[in-house]
């Protein structure tokens, strides 16, 4: 399970919330497969809202549906973060916040060295279209002209781990950050 895998004796699911709580986003949701018992016993130790995905092996939107109903209604945005991108910088996700309050109505993507990364932010308005069932990709091509992109000194954003030829490169990659 790649969300327990380790990298610098932390797993992808515990540098994901460490980075979001250091950036001070208090309202976090994970979504696990009701079968994750092990995930869900290491988050039940962290400062989060779990919800359950009861289709295993479906798209992310379902994963999205699934955690915005744990979502707090007042939440004006939503940062959909991947654990397969666990280097993300506290900086960054700082900076997508703070764009969210200067442009709330935006989709905000973090670019670094002009690739488009993760995590993208956005706006609760827009994101629960995905219960008309559009997946994100959709949500954002249609929603073209509400994309704000976001330059971030933060290679982090594009380290997509899903080999263990990348899971070397992010060893390797966060040995040299340290």
Do not use: W
Request: hydrophobic share 40%; aromatic share 4%; glycine share 8%.
């Amino acid at each position: 399970m790649k969300q327990l895998l380790p990298l610098d004796g932390k797993a992808f699911i515990e540098h994901c919330i460490g980075t979001i709580l250091g950036a001070g986003i208090a309202d976090i949701v994970t979504v696990v497969s009701s079968s994750d018992n092990e995930l869900s016993d290491l988050l039940k130790r962290m400062p989060v809202t779990t919800a359950i995905n009861t289709n295993p092996g479906s798209d992310m939107a379902e994963s999205v549906r699934a955690g915005l109903g744990a979502v707090k209604a007042e939440s004006s945005g939503v940062l959909i973060c991947l654990c397969d991108h666990p280097l993300v910088s506290v900086s960054t996700v700082r900076a997508l916040a703070a764009k969210h309050d200067q442009a709330p109505g935006k989709i905000v993507i973090p670019v670094f060295d002009n690739l488009r990364g993760h995590p993208t932010l956005f706006p609760r308005f827009l994101i629960e279209d995905i219960f008309a069932g559009k997946n994100l990709r959709e949500v954002i091509q249609q929603n073209h002209g509400l994309i704000e992109l976001l330059t971030v000194d933060d290679e982090g954003v594009t380290v997509d781990i899903d080999t263990q030829e990348e899971y070397r490169r992010a060893q390797s990659f966060i040995r040299t950050k340290c």
